[in-house]
């Protein structure tokens, strides 16, 4: 590989990584805070994508679209945690696992009966649709770029939340003692309510911007939520900054092993997680 | 309490002698039991909705070939996972007893069923899943075939990049069973009329993320890209096609499930794109105009590719029990007439090679305003070489 070759591989492996770190964000957020593992984080990712793709094509706008499904997502988000999340926090992961499972299924079946099971694509939005030319005839799409510096913004404004403000203290206390925040008059419901719907906001934001350069199918929610989860372990689960550093080395060793090793490269990402977990059990930044 | 079970009971008995008798009466006149194996949900529920959507369209125009005989249809969903398939495959032929299973979509489903029904009695139809082996070593006479072998489409383009004059060429493809038939098929033909394959890369199934490949590929520079993908992937291969400024610099060539039911989604990224397929929508015959009329105004949908394979399906059942009047009852006698049906496709007319496939026209097509616009011929009557099988 010639360096300019190995510059675009770097390149495309830290913007895969970037996308992934938003997708784990919220699922890492979520379990930190609540101790809920979502199963159906993945399908928020789809959900975000379908609605991008519905909005897209009745308004023309992506930028509308992203936030209008934005929204819709916090409020799914909202209403999912206080219908059904709200039942699990006295009980096992297992139960846990059961329910969110069973969302997967209710989210695969209302995707197919509003938007049937055709391949979907969205545009890219006009003003970001040129390409930088690299090296030789290859040529990078700005999008991509855009995308990776949305999701660098993000995790600025994620770290700025919770370490500087007040609802980051809430989350930080009740990631590590929720009894004692709950003893502080603190209202621990209603913080889990908003730290949920966040979370499934982050996932279907990510499906958003994600949208345009994927194709949107059924099912693409559950390829997406093992990588994360690959990426939650190497991290931490419930670290934030963990799920960053993860996002970003899975990103790079996926996109060199396809390169170096093709014959590996499915299975090398669960390889680099067993070689991790074996220095660091509980992952890198585990609380 | 006692006594009311045993009127129930006396009453249940009753009725089934009733419905055993008028069973034996109606023997001749049983309705054909079709079963139906194809994905109804998932990333293929478009495909196996399109199949079914064609294969009724089909027994319905032809009923009177039936001979007065009613179909009975029983539908399983499959979603295309291969671990289901023996089950459902198994309780068709033992519990329902059909007379046809038509299926699948996916390869690896194909495999399953296969294992169950190979030398059974029941007819087997396999309305799209590609895996050469169906009709390679795994033939066998109650086995067969409407829509193509893996090696079919992809082979005529070798020949068609030579006369391009493309001399190096990158292949890709997800790394499993149909799309490394694909390669090798495409690699055949091309290696042997002088061309050389420079690179193959093969992503793991069902892996998307294509920009590490689609950078090698522009630091390799070959003279042309030849890929299989379908569904989503084709979706997203071909927008980052674009997007990584190859489009338009290195020609792209595919077997014709790259641009198939995806063009929509794919936009003008797919725009120039080469394929070659033993189908193309525009096809000027009148069967293929009748027939994309017809779809349309019973679905109120488009027809593709899927639901033609669905089609010929139900025109080669219908031919076949209109040749016997109606008896199916003689399995060496059904597979004959099977075996000598000459169905009217919309794709063109095709017969049957001995090991059950179509001996079918491939055309090279060409993306033009959103359409795959045939060029030409790419190959007359292609028969799948059957590699293995000894029928």
């Known amino acids: 590989m010639d360096s300019t070759l190995f510059i675009v591989q770097l390149i495309n492996g830290l913007q895969y990584g970037l996308l992934l770190f938003l997708i784990a964000s919220g699922l890492t957020l979520v379990f930190g805070v609540m101790g809920i593992l979502n199963l159906a984080h993945g399908s928020m990712f789809m959900v975000g994508a379908y609605l991008a793709w519905y909005f897209v094509q009745q308004t023309g706008s992506f930028a509308f679209s992203a936030v209008i499904s934005a929204v819709i997502a916090l409020l799914i988000g909202f209403l999912v945690e206080r219908t059904l999340i709200r039942q699990l926090y006295r009980r096992n992961h297992l139960d846990q696992v059961l329910l969110t499972i069973g969302m997967i299924f209710v989210f695969n079946a209302l995707q197919g009966l509003l938007w049937g099971n055709d391949p979907l694509g969205v545009d890219v939005p006009q003003a970001l649709s040129a390409s930088i030319p690299l090296a030789g005839i290859i040529e990078y799409p700005v999008y991509r770029i855009f995308v990776a510096v949305f999701c660098v913004v993000v995790a600025g404004v994620m770290y700025y939340v919770i370490s500087k403000t007040r609802l980051g203290m809430l989350i930080r206390a009740g990631e590590s003692n929720r009894e004692m925040v709950e003893c502080l008059g603190i209202d621990i419901s209603r913080l889990y309510t908003i730290v949920f719907a966040i979370g499934v906001m982050l996932s279907a934001v990510a499906g958003v911007v994600a949208a345009p350069i994927s194709s949107i199918v059924p099912g693409m929610g559950e390829h997406i939520l093992i990588t994360c989860f690959v990426v939650v372990v190497i991290g931490g689960m419930g670290s934030i900054k963990g799920a960053f550093i993860g996002a970003l080395m899975v990103g790079l060793v996926d996109t060199f092993a396809s390169v170096l090793v093709p014959e590996l490269s499915s299975m090398m990402i669960y390889i680099f997680m067993a070689f991790i977990l074996l220095l660091k059990p509980q992952g890198l930044f585990s609380s | ?391």
């Open chain 2, 1 to 391: 309490m006692k006594n009311k079970n045993k009127i129930l009971n006396t009453a249940l008995l009753g009725m089934s002698l009733v419905s055993l008798s008028t069973t034996l009466v109606a023997a001749e006149q049983d309705p054909i039991k079709v079963g139906v194996m194809l994905p109804f949900s998932g990333v293929y529920g478009g495909l196996g909705e399109a199949t079914r959507n064609g294969l009724k369209m089909a027994l319905q125009e032809h009923a009177a070939d039936l001979q007065g005989r009613k179909i009975e249809f029983i539908e399983m969903d499959t979603e295309a996972k291969p671990s289901r398939a023996p089950e459902i495959a198994n309780s068709l032929l033992n519990k329902s007893h059909a007379d046809f299973i038509i299926g699948p979509v996916h390869s690896g489903v194909a495999m399953g069923m296969i294992k169950v029904l190979k030398d059974k009695d029941t007819i087997m139809i396999i309305p799209n899943a590609g895996v050469n082996a169906a009709t390679g070593p795994l033939c066998a006479p109650n086995i067969f075939r409407t829509s193509f072998s893996a090696w079919q489409p992809s082979y005529p383009m070798g020949k068609v990049a030579l006369e391009q004059g493309f001399k190096k060429v990158v292949t890709l493809s997800w790394n499993y069973g149909f799309g490394q038939e694909s390669l090798d098929a495409f690699e055949e033909s091309f290696t042997s009329g002088g061309g050389e394959i420079v690179k193959k890369m093969l992503v793991p199934f069902p892996k998307t993320e294509f920009q590490s490949y689609l950078s090698e590929i522009g630091s390799i520079q070959p003279d042309a890209v030849f890929v299989f993908f379908a569904g989503g992937g084709a979706v997203k291969f071909v927008k980052d096609y674009d997007a990584m400024g190859l489009k338009g610099k290195i020609p792209l060539l595919g077997a014709g499930f790259l641009t198939e039911g995806t063009l929509e989604a794919q936009g003008d990224s797919a725009e120039g794109i080469l394929t070659t397929l033993h189908y193309a929508d525009p096809l000027k015959n009148e069967e293929n105009q009748t027939f994309r009329r017809g779809y349309a105004d019973k679905f109120g949908k488009p027809s593709d590719l899927y639901a033609v394979q669905g089609y010929d399906t139900g025109l080669m059942i219908a031919s076949a029990v209109k040749a016997l009047n109606g008896d199916i009852s003689d399995q060496k006698a059904l597979i004959h007439a099977l075996e000598n049906t000459k169905v009217k496709s919309p794709r063109g007319d095709f017969t049957f090679s001995k090991a059950h496939n179509p001996i079918q026209n491939i055309y090279l097509r060409r993306v033009e305003n959103g359409e795959n616009q045939v060029v030409k011929l790419a190959a007359s009557a292609l028969e799948d070489p059957a590699r293995g099988c000894s029928m």
